[in-house]
């Protein structure tokens, strides 16, 4: 090509300088300027265009050295101004081409270097084929793509790729039209189907872009669960750009850390075993004191001569109430340690409060600690596990036992309240020295405890609890010294009964 400019250029310089036609021929030069666009730069445009213009000046010369006149001249200026003209258009035509090429060279290395799968894929052919069904509704064509697998998957192989990304092919394969049924056979799930589906509906629907979850087979045989994103252009005859982002390793650590949650609440659980013993053995002992009183009694009213069987019978009834009341006790105690999911129903707050103060009363009397109740009466259920929210509240009220074991004053504080827009409140309030402002977005951090002994789980392992039943913790410090917690649970009504267990 520079050959041939180089002679065309030479042929035009002898026919303006030689020929006795009195015509602008040197504007010819501005085929050159064209023909250079195929092979030089910017740079090389100008010097070429200099050139040409030096070369009609210099034909004007050889050619009107003994003869100047003034309608030459003005040839020679118009040819000259042309050149000029016409090597700006091709420097911007050059520019542009630059940037454009520059731009598509961007769009390439973020196509090729992203981790997401990335095909550019052409629908037409698949339309077609659906647009005879198309003519009865999305709905129609919906039902039939659903009874007619095999149709489905004819309409799939039909989608031709104009090309992929390295991720796209990693995943799948090359989807070229050679191999693409046999990729397509070894990557498909049914989800991969539906999802197809899906995207092709959307797409013959008019919509701008879809998203679903899809899983796919990737060429490594391993099944991976991806979510699929299609981009469908304006104009419906221009490709369809289709992104594929593989979350099966985000599932199998979210799946993994749910596991870790579930163990370290059984953790926390058993942990918490070696605290309620003392209070819970000392709540059996009076349920099993008052069974060999009942039980003695009754001996007693059965050895006399002329035995009382009324009396008898009140004192047995006694032993099996008091009996019952010690299984309860236990059961509570072993469900704190059961491993899986507890059963969910309505509970009453201020009965969990009660309860966790009564376990609590022997610890709280041992450290001198006073406690205050306010429960607002007649507060609406919420849906939830018993035991999970006595472990919370038992949590709390520890940490503030904890908390006051050094102060000067010791007042517990326990209250609950409704709210009817947000829910059931309970709050925890205790007297102790507080906690320093550079630890109060920590609090309830995995592993961030103040004590020396502790293991830092018990906070957290609370607000996993709270907001497993769509609530909230928080803590706050007291203007007199102390810290208060709180936690705020949805009504029953508010969950729904589909929540409940």
Known sequence: ?????????????????????????????????????????????????????????????????????????????????????????????????????????????????????VWEQDFTEAANACAPILQQGIPRLRDYLIANEGFLKHCLFLVRTIDANDAAKQLIGDLNQRNVQQSWDAALEPETLAAFRE???????????????????????????????????????????????????????????????????????????????????????????????????????????????????????????????????????????????????????????????????RDLAQHQISAVLDLTPDLPTIAGDEVQLQQVLMNLVNNAVHAMKASTTKELKVWSASDAARGILVSVRDSGSGIPDDHMQRLFAPFFTTKAEGMGIGLSISRSIIESHHGRIWAERNESGGTTFHFMIPTATAEGPGNLA
């Open 1 to 117: 090509m520079a050959i041939a400019t180089a002679i065309l250029a030479g042929g035009i310089f002898a026919f303006d300088a030689f020929s006795t036609f009195e015509i602008a021929v040197a504007a010819l030069y501005i085929v050159v300027l064209l023909m250079a666009l195929r092979f030089t730069n910017v740079t090389g445009i100008i010097l070429i265009a200099l050139g040409c213009i030096g070369l009609t000046i210099l034909g004007y010369l050889i050619g009107h050295a003994n003869d100047p006149n003034e309608g030459a001249m003005l040839r020679g200026a118009v040819s000259a101004l042309a050149i000029a003209i016409a090597a700006v258009l091709c420097v911007q035509i050059r520019m542009s081409d630059t940037k454009l090429r520059q731009s598509e060279e961007r769009y390439r290395n973020i196509f090729q270097s992203t981790n997401v799968a």
């Open 199 to 361: 995207i092709l509906l959307a797409f013959l629907a008019g919509e701008s872009s879809f998203t679903t979850e899809a899983a796919i087979r990737a060429v490594n045989g391993e099944l991976r669960t991806t979510i699929v994103t299609a981009t469908f252009p304006t104009d419906r005859s221009r490709s369809v750009l289709i992104n594929s982002l593989d979350v099966t390793a985000k599932i199998a650590a979210e799946q993994a850390l749910q596991q870790s949650i579930a163990e370290l609440t059984r953790v926390s659980r058993i942990a918490t075993l070696g605290a309620l013993t003392a209070s819970i053995g000392h709540e059996v002992n009076q349920p099993l004191a008052a069974v060999v009183t009942n039980a003695e009694a009754a001996l007693r009213w059965l050895s006399r001569e002329r035995p009382d069987i009324g009396e008898t019978t009140a004192c047995l009834k006694e032993v099996v109430q008091e009996g019952r009341r010690a299984g309860d006790i236990i059961h509570r105690l072993r469900s704190l340690a059961v491993k899986g999911e507890l059963a969910r129903g309505r509970v009453d707050v201020n009965a969990i409060v009660t309860q966790v103060l009564a376990m609590v009363q």
